[in-house]
């Protein structure tokens, strides 16, 4: 189980302390914040209190990171529609989209995100700078959205995202997250679907080598609304993927699916837990993890049903491949509960890669390494193919190749 | 035996059936036709005591007492017997432990002694030789793995061992191949006696060739629209229910 | 009203053990303190170095705190407020039957204990030729009152006899493998067991010896305000096959006690320990007062290769039960299994798994927990599965399902799976649901009354679990659970 170190935590105070004046609106919630901050520290150092949200990530490398600024002069726009550079939006590299706005303009925090009880939500109000607010009116299809954030240097930038859709709204929203350096991308995600909106939640992060990326994400659904997420993780040296779904209207519906493909020394967390508070919902998890390397892949999943949550639906499922002998996976998969009339199942399971069907390939005159991209490929197939965009699916497909094709090199 | 006077029931606010009158005499076999979602499945779960039909209407009189009055159990221990379309798995519960306990349940409501594990497996052998069935069916659990035909004859087994008063057949015959539906109604047949009477729900003609009825039913939208002697099997198989359905409209 | 939904606001379940036994008691005074583990210890008869174990594990749990993490609720208990040694005074081991204390004989006989067996329990020893033999070890509070077949086991080399008595007697083996599987600062109720555990069972079994007959320990908590501490050493050297079988109940009393049992399993080389339990502690009334809090460590060390080591536990009583009954699989090629039932009705709270700790190469083990709740309890399955990197081509296999039974009881699942060695295959699966309405139509269509319907179905999703037992148990443990689930169905 891992400690929680408050050494870390003050230079991240510090710098609330430095900059409080500056930072746009919200002063009590930002202080509020920084002493429940101060209260938490970073998961993982050496105080010794227990966290059993994060008893399988350690923030110790974070927290003896320096974050001196960043390098931002030198960027490209990397297609994306609304463009981040350490967490400020950049006019000039984006393009107009309607029903944004900047959070920097109109500050304001939601009321899902917990800073009392997520240590990085703390972290996140309290130096929170800009973000990305994205409105779509009731009964409008806003069509793909892409949102991206590029990071720089040894920056540390906190960016405050909410994404509203009201009544019947649909919009699919891409995110993307890259850049190069040692910096620590940080942020957090209000979403809140309204009844029968649907959202389309696709997450490629592929951070920089030395980057932590830790991201937390809101979602809140209304009766006959659908949350539709994926992520694919790729990149940073130290990454946490932290999603709370709560169904809070009849019917809605909830889907977590993602994959993470780690090598080296990356550390990557995948935890999730969908709430289902009222009856009738529906949510579904798969997730994925090919470990190769040193790699440490984690993933954290709870289901929770309220009592009066019945003909609840839930099914989760979550698998490793080892593809190295130093590789290691953490599941942790959970189950919570009190209503009777619910149909809830969980399935993990770790291994490598299958050794029959590898020699099945190979008689039939695939080679070893062609037969091996096969089977990797078909086994992160029953997760890419729950994206159900075909062009945002081939995007994917396409990074799961080049890492592929990096690994085998 | 059976008798049954303006029954109307729902399931949810869905009426399904609209007003049901049936008398089914003592000795008498009677066939219920009609095309799909017409109510027949609706009539057995009904006559047995299923909990999620609401009975909104009418009476139903079984030898003499009321039907709808009593729970589910009850009513098998006065002698209503459902073989279930489709027959319901029990996982971990043994097949033969599973029959004794039903047996012994309606011998004890009738005043009858138990009979032990021997003395079970002497008389449920008897039966499931009859029924070409393997022995080892016994000893499998309850409906889990059967093939169709091997849960329709497990159906036909348990009625052979509780011998009902009253046995309704929903669809016993559907999926079975010539061999096997010899078999069931050879099952029904055997227990043909003045004070036995079965409802035979089916599609087909093919089990009336061998169980006889005295007496068919055409069901639709929740009444019976027609009545008629065996004949009426035959004409339905030839032409259909459209015209059926037609005159009745 | 669906027909599992109607759930009565819990009738008071019929606890059939909860008498108490009127008979004249050593007590040692209420408190927890070096003084009182002296008194232990002079009682005990014991050799210097198990006092200072004893002492050593009391300093060490000094320091402790009481773990949170469980999903479990109770007012603090005060450590203080217990009696931690409590005899009946006449003197254990009779001869005859005549001799043993008549208000015991009449206990065992209320216990429901077949008279033969009762006569085994009393410290007579019937005719060694008749079958099944049972060799029986009741321990009545704090002290063993009777261990049987000790002659007959003793001619094949196995020790079966009170751990108080193997501490005098065999002190060499009882050194060397006491606290070597669950060290004595393990955990708080593990170290609270070190300082003052009382009695409870150990066994040997020689190299290359089939135990002869199955061993079994009657546990009973009689006494008002007693804590009971057994603790249990089984050892089965290389070759050796044993199986052990434990019950327990207690009085219904309004006040909760306290059990903290400590169980350690060695298997050497191609060794077998099978170790059944049938846990019927009073787990309080309707209410949810009174009842035993059961905080039991037990944990097998597989050390030899190919080595196994098979728990199988029913759960059905205590207030609280804190259990996780595990395997540290060491030797190659070893084995480890779980199987498990846990009933909770009423207010009654369980928090119970396993560990599967696999280092030795093609250690494998299986793990089948199948939890009922009703009433407004709660029931949480919690496993560990850790494959180690030595542990190549390990093997492990979960299946966990739960049932719930009525709409103010929650079922929870928190397993724990982490792999270090590529090679090495977990599969884990879990399921919750209710019992299915057509399967309960389907009994009551053939005549079974809904209270048999849910039996039969219980009892049929236990059976993998239940299939693990001795005949003679597993016959017992589908009774209790009817009885357990008695007016959980409306």
Same mark, same amino acid.
């Given at each position: 189980?891992s400690?929680?170190?408050t050494?870390?935590?003050a230079?991240?105070?510090a710098r609330?302390?430095a900059?409080?004046?500056?930072?746009?609106?919200c002063?009590?919630e930002?202080?509020?914040?920084?002493e429940?901050f101060?209260?938490?520290?970073?998961?993982?150092?050496?105080s010794?209190?227990?966290?059993e949200?994060?008893k399988?990530?350690?923030l110790?490398p974070?927290?003896?990171a320096?974050?001196?600024g960043s390098t931002a002069?030198t960027?490209?726009?990397?297609?994306?529609?609304l463009v981040f550079v350490?967490?400020?939006?950049r006019p000039?590299?984006?393009?107009?989209?309607p029903?944004?706005t900047?959070?920097?303009e109109?500050?304001?925090?939601?009321?899902?995100?917990?800073p009392d009880r997520?240590?990085l939500?703390?972290?996140n109000?309290?130096l929170?700078?800009?973000?990305?607010?994205?409105?779509?009116?009731?009964?409008?299809n806003?069509?793909i959205v892409r949102?991206g954030s590029?990071?720089?240097g040894?920056?540390?930038?906190?960016p405050r995202?909410?994404?509203h859709?009201?009544?019947g709204?649909?919009?699919?929203?891409?995110?993307t997250?890259?850049?190069?350096?040692?910096?620590l991308?940080?942020?957090v995600?209000?979403i809140t679907?309204?009844e029968?909106a649907?959202?389309?939640?696709?997450?490629?992060q592929d951070?920089a080598t030395d980057a932590?990326h830790?991201?937390t994400?809101?979602?809140?659904v209304a009766?006959g609304?659908t949350y539709?997420?994926?992520?694919l993780?790729?990149?940073?040296?130290v990454?946490?993927?932290?999603?709370?779904a709560v169904?809070?209207?009849k019917s809605?519906?909830?889907?977590m699916n993602?994959?993470q493909?780690?090598?080296?020394?990356?550390?990557a967390?995948f935890?999730s837990?969908?709430?289902?508070?009222e009856?009738?919902?529906?949510?579904?998890?798969?997730?994925k993890?090919?470990?190769?390397?040193r790699s440490?892949?984690?993933?954290q999943?709870r289901?929770?049903?309220a009592?009066?949550?019945?003909?609840?639906?839930?099914?989760q499922?979550?698998q490793?491949?080892?593809?190295?002998p130093?590789a290691?996976?953490?599941?942790k998969?959970?189950?919570?509960?009190?209503?009777?009339d619910?149909?809830c199942?969980h399935?993990?399971t770790?291994?490598?890669?299958?050794?029959?069907?590898l020699?099945?390939l190979r008689?039939r005159?695939?080679p070893d390494s062609?037969?091996?991209?096969?089977?990797v490929?078909?086994?992160?197939?029953?997760?890419?193919?729950?994206?159900?965009?075909e062009?945002i699916r081939?995007?994917l497909?396409?990074?799961?190749d080049?890492?592929?094709?990096r690994?085998?090199? | 035996?059976?008798?049954?006077?303006?029954?109307t029931?729902?399931?949810?606010?869905k009426?399904?059936?609209?007003?049901?009158?049936?008398?089914v005499p003592?000795?008498?076999?009677?066939?219920?036709?009609?095309?799909?979602g017409s109510g027949?499945s609706?009539?057995?779960?009904?006559?047995?005591g299923?909990?999620?039909?609401?009975?909104?209407?009418g009476s139903?009189?079984f030898?003499?007492?009321d039907?709808?009055?009593?729970e589910?159990e009850a009513?098998?221990?006065a002698?209503?017997?459902?073989a279930?379309?489709?027959?319901?798995?029990?996982?971990?519960v043994?097949n033969?432990?599973f029959l004794?306990t039903a047996l012994n349940?309606?011998?004890r409501?009738?005043g009858e002694s138990?009979?032990?594990?021997?003395?079970f497996?002497k008389?449920a052998?008897?039966?499931?030789?009859r029924?070409?069935?393997?022995?080892d069916?016994l000893?499998r659990?309850?409906?889990v793995?059967f093939s169709?035909?091997?849960?329709k004859?497990?159906?036909?087994?348990q009625?052979a061992?509780?011998?009902?008063?009253?046995?309704i057949l929903d669809?016993t015959?559907?999926?079975?191949?010539?061999?096997?539906?010899?078999i069931?109604?050879?099952g029904?047949?055997?227990l043909r006696s003045?004070?036995?009477?079965a409802?035979v729900i089916?599609?087909?003609?093919?089990?009336?060739?061998?169980l006889v009825?005295?007496?068919?039913h055409?069901?639709?939208?929740g009444?019976i629209?027609r009545s008629g002697?065996?004949?009426?099997?035959?004409e339905?198989e030839k032409?259909?229910?459209?015209g059926v359905?037609?005159?009745?409209? | 009203?669906?027909?599992t939904?109607?759930?009565?606001?819990?009738?008071q379940?019929?606890?059939k053990?909860?008498?108490?036994t009127?008979?004249?008691?050593d007590?040692?005074p209420k408190?927890l303190n070096?003084d +009182?583990i002296?008194?232990?210890?002079?009682?005990?008869?014991?050799p210097l170095?198990?006092l200072e174990?004893?002492?050593?594990?009391?300093?060490?749990?000094l320091k402790?705190e009481?773990p949170?993490w469980a999903?479990v609720d109770?007012p603090p208990?005060?450590?203080q407020?217990l009696?931690y040694?409590a005899?009946?005074?006449?003197?254990?081991?009779?001869?005859?039957?005549d001799?043993v204390?008549?208000e015991?004989?009449?206990?065992? %006989?209320?216990?429901g204990?077949?008279l033969?067996?009762?006569?085994?329990?009393?410290g007579v %020893?019937?005719d060694?030729?008749?079958? =099944?033999?049972?060799a029986?070890?009741?321990?009545f509070?704090s002290v063993?009152v009777a261990?049987t077949?000790?002659?007959?086991?003793?001619k094949?080399?196995?020790?079966?006899?009170?751990i108080s008595?193997?501490?005098?007697?065999?002190?060499?083996?009882?050194?060397e493998?006491?606290?070597s599987?669950?060290?004595?600062a393990?955990?708080?109720?593990? /170290?609270l067991n070190?300082?003052v555990?009382?009695?409870?069972?150990?066994?040997?079994?020689p190299?290359?010896?089939?135990? =002869?007959? %199955?061993?079994?320990?009657?546990f009973? +908590?009689?006494?008002r305000?007693?804590?009971?501490?057994?603790?249990?050493? +089984?050892?089965?050297e290389?070759g050796a096959?044993?199986?052990?079988?434990?019950?327990c109940?207690?009085?219904?009393?309004?006040?909760n006690q306290?059990?903290a049992a400590?169980?350690?399993l +060695?298997?050497?080389d191609?060794?077998t320990?099978?170790?059944?339990?049938v846990q019927?502690?009073? =787990?309080g009334d309707a209410d949810?007062?009174?009842?035993?809090?059961?905080?039991v460590t037990?944990?097998?060390?597989?050390r030899g290769?190919?080595?196994?080591?098979s728990?199988t536990?029913v759960e059905?009583?205590?207030a609280?039960?804190?259990k996780?009954p595990s395997c540290?699989?060491i030797?190659e090629d070893?084995?480890?299994?779980?199987?498990?039932v846990?009933?909770t009705?009423n207010?009654?709270q369980a928090d119970?798994?396993?560990k599967?700790?696999?280092?030795?190469k093609?250690?494998?083990?299986?793990?089948?927990?199948?939890?009922i709740?009703a009433?407004?309890?709660?029931n949480?399955?919690?496993?560990?599965?850790?494959?180690?990197?030595?542990?190549?081509?390990a093997?492990?296999h979960?299946?966990?399902?739960?049932?719930?039974i009525?709409?103010?009881?929650g079922?929870?699942?928190v397993p724990?799976?982490?792999?270090?060695?590529r090679?090495a295959k977990v599969?884990?699966e879990?399921?919750?649901?209710?019992i299915a309405?057509?399967?309960?139509?389907?009994?009551?269509?053939?005549?079974?009354?809904?209270e048999?319907? !849910?039996?039969?179905i219980?009892?049929?999703f236990?059976?993998?679990?239940?299939?693990?037992?001795p005949?003679?148990f597993a !016959?017992?443990?589908?009774?209790?659970? /009817?009885?357990?689930l008695?007016?959980?169905v409306?």
């Amino acid at each position: 189980m891992s400690a929680i170190s408050t050494m870390g935590a003050a230079g991240f105070l510090a710098r609330f302390e430095a900059l409080r004046d500056s930072l746009p609106g919200c002063a009590a919630e930002r202080a509020a914040a920084a002493e429940s901050f101060r209260a938490l520290g970073l998961p993982g150092g050496t105080s010794g209190r227990r966290s059993e949200a994060w008893k399988y990530t350690s923030l110790r490398p974070l927290a003896e990171a320096d974050f001196a600024g960043s390098t931002a002069d030198t960027v490209h726009g990397d297609g994306a529609d609304l463009v981040f550079v350490d967490g400020v939006f950049r006019p000039d590299l984006s393009t107009t989209v309607p029903g944004f706005t900047q959070f920097a303009e109109a500050p304001a925090f939601g009321p899902l995100p917990r800073p009392d009880r997520d240590p990085l939500v703390a972290l996140n109000t309290m130096l929170a700078a800009d973000g990305a607010v994205l409105r779509v009116p009731a009964g409008v299809n806003a069509g793909i959205v892409r949102l991206g954030s590029i990071g720089t240097g040894a920056s540390a930038f906190h960016p405050r995202h909410m994404i509203h859709l009201e009544q019947g709204a649909s919009l699919i929203l891409l995110e993307t997250a890259t850049g190069n350096g040692a910096y620590l991308h940080n942020p957090v995600t209000e979403i809140t679907v309204a009844e029968g909106a649907h959202l389309t939640h696709i997450r490629l992060q592929d951070e920089a080598t030395d980057a932590f990326h830790l991201a937390t994400i809101y979602a809140e659904v209304a009766e006959g609304g659908t949350y539709d997420g994926f992520s694919l993780i790729l990149g940073g040296r130290v990454t946490r993927t932290e999603i709370h779904a709560v169904l809070n209207g009849k019917s809605a519906t909830a889907h977590m699916n993602g994959a993470q493909l780690l090598t080296g020394t990356q550390h990557a967390d995948f935890t999730s837990v969908v709430r289902h508070a009222e009856p009738n919902g529906t949510s579904r998890q798969t997730v994925k993890n090919v470990l190769n390397g040193r790699s440490r892949g984690v993933f954290q999943g709870r289901i929770e049903v309220a009592r009066h949550a019945q003909k609840t639906d839930g099914y989760q499922m979550n698998q490793a491949l080892l593809l190295s002998p130093d590789a290691e996976i953490d599941s942790k998969p959970e189950l919570e509960i009190f209503a009777d009339d619910v149909k809830c199942s969980h399935g993990a399971t770790v291994g490598e890669l299958d050794a029959e069907q590898l020699f099945y390939l190979r008689s039939r005159g695939v080679p070893d390494s062609e037969a091996r991209a096969l089977l990797v490929r078909a086994f992160l197939a029953e997760a890419l193919d729950l994206v159900t965009d075909e062009a945002i699916r081939a995007i994917l497909e396409q990074r799961v190749d080049a890492w592929w094709e990096r690994q085998a090199a | 035996m059976l008798d049954i006077r303006g029954l109307t029931a729902s399931i949810g606010d869905k009426s399904i059936l609209r007003g049901i009158d049936l008398v089914v005499p003592d000795g008498e076999v009677h066939a219920i036709m009609g095309p799909n979602g017409s109510g027949k499945s609706t009539l057995g779960y009904v006559l047995s005591g299923r909990e999620d039909y609401t009975v909104t209407g009418g009476s139903v009189t079984f030898n003499g007492i009321d039907l709808l009055s009593l729970e589910p159990e009850a009513r098998a221990a006065a002698g209503v017997f459902l073989a279930f379309q489709a027959p319901i798995e029990l996982p971990g519960v043994n097949n033969a432990n599973f029959l004794r306990t039903a047996l012994n349940a309606i011998r004890r409501a009738h005043g009858e002694s138990e009979l032990d594990a021997m003395q079970f497996l002497k008389v449920a052998r008897v039966e499931t030789k009859r029924l070409s069935m393997p022995d080892d069916m016994l000893k499998r659990n309850v409906n889990v793995g059967f093939s169709g035909g091997e849960k329709k004859r497990n159906e036909v087994l348990q009625m052979a061992l509780l011998r009902p008063k009253l046995a309704i057949l929903d669809e016993t015959d559907s999926g079975l191949d010539i061999d096997a539906l010899k078999i069931v109604a050879d099952g029904v047949n055997a227990l043909r006696s003045p004070t036995f009477s079965a409802l035979v729900i089916t599609h087909h003609q093919r089990l009336l060739d061998h169980l006889v009825p005295n007496r068919v039913h055409v069901l639709a939208h929740g009444r019976i629209i027609r009545s008629g002697g065996p004949e009426l099997a035959r004409e339905l198989e030839k032409t259909g229910y459209a015209g059926v359905l037609a005159e009745a409209a | 009203m669906s027909a599992t939904a109607e759930i009565l606001d819990s009738v008071q379940s019929s606890y059939k053990w909860g008498f108490e036994t009127d008979i004249e008691m050593d007590l040692a005074p209420k408190g927890l303190n070096e003084d +009182i583990i002296r008194l232990i210890s002079a009682r005990k008869e014991e050799p210097l170095w198990m006092l200072e174990y004893r002492l050593k594990a009391f300093a060490a749990w000094l320091k402790m705190e009481e773990p949170d993490w469980a999903r479990v609720d109770h007012p603090p208990i005060d450590y203080q407020d217990l009696h931690y040694y409590a005899a009946p005074k006449k003197k254990a081991g009779p001869k005859s039957l005549d001799e043993v204390d008549p208000e015991l004989l009449k206990m065992y %006989e209320k216990l429901g204990i077949p008279l033969k067996e009762r006569a085994i329990l009393a410290g007579v %020893e019937p005719d060694p030729n008749e079958r =099944p033999q049972i060799a029986v070890d009741a321990v009545f509070d704090s002290v063993s009152v009777a261990t049987t077949f000790r002659e007959t086991l003793s001619k094949v080399g196995v020790i079966f006899c009170p751990i108080s008595e193997a501490v005098r007697d065999h002190p060499d083996l009882v050194r060397e493998y006491l606290g070597s599987v669950v060290p004595v600062a393990d955990n708080y109720f593990s /170290a609270l067991n070190a300082a003052v555990f009382t009695d409870g069972s150990f066994v040997y079994i020689p190299k290359g010896v089939r135990c =002869p007959m %199955e061993l079994s320990t009657y546990f009973r +908590i009689n006494a008002r305000n007693t804590g009971q501490f057994e603790r249990t050493l +089984i050892i089965a050297e290389a070759g050796a096959h044993v199986s052990y079988l434990e019950g327990c109940t207690a009085p219904q009393r309004d006040e909760n006690q306290l059990h903290a049992a400590v169980v350690e399993l +060695i298997a050497m080389d191609d060794a077998t320990i099978k170790y059944s339990t049938v846990q019927n502690w009073y =787990p309080g009334d309707a209410d949810g007062k009174g009842g035993i809090y059961n905080f039991v460590t037990k944990r097998g060390a597989c050390r030899g290769d190919r080595s196994k080591i098979s728990w199988t536990q029913v759960e059905t009583g205590s207030a609280i039960t804190w259990k996780y009954p595990s395997c540290v699989l060491i030797g190659e090629d070893s084995v480890g299994e779980f199987y498990s039932v846990a009933v909770t009705t009423n207010h009654q709270q369980a928090d119970t798994g396993t560990k599967m700790i696999h280092v030795g190469k093609g250690s494998s083990s299986t793990i089948v927990s199948k939890g009922i709740s009703a009433g407004k309890s709660n029931n949480t399955y919690r496993g560990l599965v850790r494959i180690l990197p030595s542990a190549a081509g390990a093997r492990n296999h979960t299946q966990c399902d739960s049932l719930l039974i009525g709409d103010e009881c929650g079922a929870h699942t928190v397993p724990y799976i982490e792999s270090r060695n590529r090679t090495a295959k977990v599969e884990h699966e879990a399921t919750t649901s209710k019992i299915a309405e057509d399967q309960l139509f389907y009994c009551r269509q053939r005549g079974l009354s809904e209270e048999d319907a !849910v039996n039969l179905i219980v009892n049929g999703f236990c059976k993998e679990v239940l299939k693990e037992l001795p005949m003679e148990f597993a !016959v017992e443990a589908q009774k209790l659970l /009817a009885v357990s689930l008695e007016g959980s169905v409306g």
